[in-house]
C-alpha cells in the first residue's frame, strides 16, 4: 500500500473516522482505524467499536493499493500535529511509514484479518439540511439523561411523519423538543426511533455549514440508522424505541404568559446563578412590566436584578434549577422568548417568539420556531 494524500484532507478524514474509537476497547482491533486505498485513487477511513461506526472517503493519488489497520487514536495525534505539506503514506513490511515534510512517524500494524466486518449504511430514508439537522440536535440533546442504566432516557425520539420531523428528549424533569421539515424519498414515510443522543450530538457538531444530510433506517430485525454528508457516514445501533408520549406534554391552558428579551435574559440569570451551589434554584417573579431573578446561598451570598418583561395573565413566581433554566434559553434562537406556566408548581413551557423581520424563520402549527421545552419547576419553601 501506498498513497499521497493532501494534510488538510487527510487530518479531516481521520478526525471523522476517529469519532467511534473507544478509549477502553473490548478488543485491542477495535483501537485499530481501517486504512484502505483503491486503484481508482480513493482512500478510505473507518472506526467501529461495535455500536457505532464511522466511514470516510476522500481523493488521494495511490501508487500501490491496499489495507491495513493501524493505532486509531495514535494516527490522529500524528496528522493532527503533520505540517502543511502533502503526506505521504506507505506500507513497509510490519510497519506503516508516514512522511510529511521532514517529519517521519512509524506505525505498527494492527492484524487486519481480526477487524469485524463493518455494518452497511441502511437504504436512504430521505434528505435534510444539515444546518437545520444540527441546529435541532443542539436544541434537544441537553434535555437527554445520562442514567445509562434506563436506556430510554439517554436517546432522541426521532419521528418520520411525511414532511415533518420531530425530535425530543427527557431526563424525567424535563421535555425538549424541535419539528423541522426534511424530504422523504417515498411520500408519507413514517417511521419512529430512538437514538443514542451522545452519538448523534457528536455526529451533529461535525456537519459542514451547506451539507445536505441523508438519513437511512433498516428494518425492526437489523436496528440501525445511518447517517451521511459529504463523503462521510456513520451507522449506529438503536436503543428501544419506548418512549413516552411527550407531544400531549406540550401543550395545555396556560394561565399566564411572559415575554422577555432572550440575550439579556440569558446573561442575568447567569450573573444571578453565581452565588448559587449544586441545588440552589434561580427565582423569577413576573409582573409590573418586569421579571425580578433572585437566588441566595443561605447567609453567604445573594444576588437580584430586574429586567423588562410582558405578562399577560396573573403574577409568576416560579423557581427553577439555574442549568435546566439556561438549556432551554440557550435553545431559543430567537429575540424574545416566552415563558406559558400555570403555577409555581406546574411544568412551564418555555419557546421562541418568531421575530416578523426575519422571513426566513421557519414556523410550526402553534405559531413558534419549532423549539419547545417543558421544565419543572423548584418547589419554593417561601
Not at 54 to 80: F, M, N, Y
Not at 149 to 171: E, K
Not at 265 to 289: C, M, N, Q
Request: proline share 7%; glycine share 10%.
Amino acid at each position: 500500500m501506498e498513497f499521497r494524500v493532501e494534510r488538510h484532507a487527510l487530518a479531516d478524514a481521520v478526525a471523522w473516522a476517529a469519532r467511534t474509537l473507544p478509549s477502553r476497547p473490548a478488543l485491542p482491533v477495535l483501537a485499530g482505524m481501517l486504512v484502505e486505498v483503491t486503484a481508482e485513487g480513493t482512500l478510505t477511513l473507518a472506526g467501529f467499536d461495535y455500536e457505532v461506526s464511522t466511514k470516510v472517503r476522500t481523493e488521494a493519488d495511490v501508487a500501490e493499493p491496499g489495507r491495513v489497520l493501524v493505532p486509531g487514536r495514535l494516527l490522529s495525534e500524528i496528522v493532527r500535529n503533520l505540517p502543511a505539506e502533502p503526506v505521504d503514506v506507505a506500507l513497509k513490511g510490519s510497519e506503516v511509514v508516514v512522511r510529511c515534510g521532514s517529519a517521519e512517524f512509524g506505525l505498527q500494524v494492527m492484524p487486519v484479518e481480526d477487524y469485524p466486518t463493518l455494518p452497511d449504511v441502511p437504504d436512504r430514508a430521505g434528505t435534510v439540511s444539515g444546518d437545520v439537522f444540527a441546529e435541532a440536535v443542539g436544541q434537544v440533546t441537553p434535555a437527554a439523561g445520562r442514567d445509562d442504566t434506563l436506556p430510554m432516557l439517554t436517546g432522541v425520539r426521532v419521528d418520520f411523519d411525511g414532511g415533518v420531523l420531530r425530535m425530543a428528549c427527557t431526563d424525567r424533569y424535563r421535555i425538549a423538543a424541535r419539528e423541522l421539515p426534511w424530504s422523504p424519498d417515498q411520500e408519507g414515510f413514517t417511521a419512529g426511533v430512538v437514538v443514542p443522543a451522545r452519538t448523534l450530538a457528536d455526529v451533529a457538531k461535525a456537519i459542514r455549514p451547506g451539507d445536505e444530510v441523508s438519513l437511512s433506517l433498516t428494518g425492526i430485525t437489523d436496528s440501525l440508522i445511518g447517517i451521511s454528508m459529504g463523503g462521510r457516514s456513520m451507522t449506529t445501533r438503536l436503543l428501544d424505541d419506548q418512549f413516552i408520549n411527550y407531544r400531549s406534554r406540550l401543550t395545555g391552558d396556560w394561565t399566564s404568559t411572559a415575554k422577555v428579551q432572550t440575550a439579556p435574559f440569558v446573561e442575568a440569570i447567569k450573573r444571578v446563578a453565581l452565588v448559587t451551589e449544586r441545588s440552589t434554584p434561580v427565582r423569577l417573579a413576573f409582573g409590573g412590566g418586569q421579571v425580578q431573578i433572585r437566588a441566595a446561598a443561605g447567609d453567604a451570598a445573594r444576588a437580584n436584578e430586574t429586567m423588562p418583561a410582558e405578562l399577560s395573565g396573573p403574577e409568576i413566581d416560579i423557581a427553577f434549577s439555574p442549568q435546566y433554566l439556561l438549556d432551554g434559553l440557550n435553545g431559543v434562537h430567537s429575540r424574545y422568548a416566552r415563558l406559558e406556566c400555570t403555577g409555581p408548581t406546574k411544568a412551564a413551557l418555555l419557546t421562541g417568539i418568531p421575530d416578523p423581520e426575519n422571513e426566513d424563520e421557519a414556523l410550526d402549527e402553534n405559531g413558534d420556531t419549532g423549539f419547545r421545552y417543558l421544565a419543572m419547576p423548584v418547589r419554593l419553601s417561601g
